[in-house]
């Protein structure tokens, strides 16, 4: 941006390269920002829903997450998100053996944690539609 | 992975995790990446970007789930604790000393001398103030019989009061954090 136009050859084209690369590794940087930034805000709401369908501990967790196409690879983990919920009293946890391993902690919804997941869905679905209703209709034509 | 539960469990002993707390957590994550293992999925699934940085996610999951001791947010606090500590104990024996010491002499009906080097008056002890050099500022107070074992007293009271403070201050289970305390610091925003 700042060379001359008329400048020497190789120098603007590394200098487009550099500038093509910049752009690319921005808007991925952006866009990974975007889902974790998405995800950081209802992951919790997402763990008590699957924990609705029934006890489970943290890795069979994922593994519903995953099966409902919520993979939380290249995202945060989410044991410190069940540290958190466990703390604030939205689930109950017991130990118990799980298919002859070893003894696993089961997250189950507490009373407090079904109220916190109506609440949350509720309050989900009503921003979605609002983003939905902006964003929904857009079409953007993109040049290279 | 055992080399990545190793370093969480260090990372929380280092944090002051409870014993009984780490080995669960140490036993829950382990079971999960074994069973990661065994159906030949990447620690990624169980861990996310976790598994890039053992120490911060310990660390996050552990301040989430509200077993972090409230000293260990910060190095420079805990430093402070300790040496606010090692200050109070060192200044409260010594109280603590002179005033026995006091007690023990004044019952002996001794006297005591404190020098200052500007006029100065101490009315609640009534001691008599008298110039050191007629030539300089200075004063000298001298305590007389009750005015020395009040004195003794009082020092010993402060050293008292400053060893239950330092007690306090190295106590490490008055910090256990409370609920509803989250502890931002120490948890980092990537591992949510």
């Known amino acids: 941006m700042g060379r001359a136009p008329g400048g020497t050859g190789p120098a603007t084209s590394e200098h487009l390269r550099r500038k093509v690369v910049a752009t690319i590794m921005c808007g991925m940087v952006v866009m990974g920002g975007r889902r974790t930034q998405l995800l950081r805000g209802v992951l919790d709401l997402c763990l008590l829903a699957v924990m609705g369908e029934g006890p489970a501990y943290g890795y069979e967790m994922t593994k519903r997450l995953a099966a409902r196409g919520l993979s939380i690879v290249g995202e945060g983990s989410i044991y410190p998100l069940l540290g958190r919920l466990e703390r604030d009293g939205l689930v109950d946890t017991y130990r118990a053996g799980s298919n002859g391993g070893p003894p696993r902690k089961y997250y189950s919804l507490s009373e407090k944690g079904k109220r916190a997941l109506a609440s949350g869905v509720a309050e989900w679905r009503e921003t979605r539609d609002a983003v939905d209703t902006v964003l929904g209709l857009v079409t953007v034509e993109v040049t290279s | ?145 009750g005015a020395v074992a009040a004195l003794g007293v009082i020092l010993l009271g402060v050293g008292l009061v400053g060893l239950g403070f330092t007690l306090w201050l190295w106590k490490p289970w008055t910090t256990w954090r409370r609920r509803g305390g989250f502890d931002e610091s120490v948890g980092l925003p990537s591992y949510l």
């Open chain 2, 1 to 145: 992975m055992s080399r990545f539960v190793d370093a969480c469990r260090k990372e929380w002993n280092r944090l002051g995790v409870p014993e009984p707390v780490a080995n669960e957590m140490a036993a829950d994550l382990a079971a999960d990446l074994a069973e990661a293992e065994a159906e030949g999925a990447a620690p990624e699934n169980v861990l996310g970007n976790g598994v890039f940085d053992a120490r911060s996610f310990a660390a996050s999951w552990a301040t989430a789930r509200g077993v972090v001791p409230r000293e260990h947010r910060t190095g420079m606090q805990r430093r402070w604790r300790a040496a606010m500590a090692v200050a109070s104990g060192a200044v409260s024996f010594v109280a603590g000393v002179v005033g026995l010491a006091i007690l023990g002499h004044g019952q002996q009906g001794s006297m005591a001398a404190v020098a200052f080097s500007k006029p100065t008056r101490v009315p609640l002890l009534g001691p008599r103030s008298v110039p050191i050099n007629p030539q300089l500022p200075g004063r000298l107070l001298l305590f007389h019989g």
